[in-house]
């Protein structure tokens, strides 16, 4: 375990966040498209981290640990949960899944935004400790069928992984309802446009509760 995602390093509750940023989450069933509108996000924006989540399932042909994810044993995983290492964590498809609480704050006391690749119930968990600050999108594939097709071309998961992915898409997508967007992930550029938008939106409407306080009030005592 990377000790830079563990609690050791700060003294005090690191659960409590430093309310800078904003918490941009996207979540979709498995396949809709999320991990590559978030590539796409971090490579396009020099102002947004990625948070990058503990999970207890084995690792993908190509992913790499530190990067996609830190990969960890069951134990490694309840150990974090028992020093409340996580801001979030939750079990999907089986496995753990967690959001180290350093990282995200280190990124938002640097002024960064951050980015969360997490399931709706990491989504509920977040949203009751940083409520306002966080910005929920939901992604939707175009259709069922299509889903199945990338999951399929994607190539990371045998034909049982990827038929209980099938058979949860469904549970999944009715929690839309608990995000602030929900987009259709039919074409890619036009997805990502609406993504970037939304980001920028919510950028300007935090811009207004903050720093354009103090310039309304300089303007008006001219
Ligand atoms: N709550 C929570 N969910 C996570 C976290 N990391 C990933 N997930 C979700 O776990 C699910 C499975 O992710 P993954 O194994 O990468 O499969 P994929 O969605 O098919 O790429 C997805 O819905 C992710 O959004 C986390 O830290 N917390
Ligand atoms: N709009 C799209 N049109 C066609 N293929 C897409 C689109 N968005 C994503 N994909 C492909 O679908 C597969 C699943 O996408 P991925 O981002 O891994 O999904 P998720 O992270 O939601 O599980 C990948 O092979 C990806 O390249």
Partial sequence: MADNISSQNIDNDHRELSRRGLLFVLSSPSGAGKSTLA????????????????????????????????????????????????????????????????????????????LFDI?????????????????????LPPTLGELRSR?????????EIIESRMQRATSEISHWDGYDYVLINDDLEACFAKVKQILATERMRRARQTGLIGFVRDLMAE
């Avoid at 396009?44 to 990969?71: L, Q």
């Avoid at 399931?119 to 992604?139: E, K, S």
């Fill in 151 to 159: 999951l399929d071309s994607r190539n990371t998961d045998s034909p």
């Fill in 39 to 114: 590539s796409m996000l971090l490579q396009a924006d020099d102002e947004i981290a990625m948070s990058v989540s503990v999970t207890t399932r084995a690792k993908r042909p190509g992913e790499e640990h530190g990067k996609d994810y830190y990969f960890v044993s069951g134990e490694e995983f309840e150990e974090m949960v028992a020093d409340h290492s996580f801001l979030e964590y939750a079990t999907v498809f089986g496995h753990r899944y967690g959001t180290p609480a350093v990282p995200v704050n280190e990124s938002l006391a640097d002024g960064q935004d951050v």
């Fill in 119 to 139: 399931d709706w119930q990491g989504t509920q968990q977040l949203y009751q400790r940083a409520g306002q600050d966080v910005v929920r999108v939901f992604i």
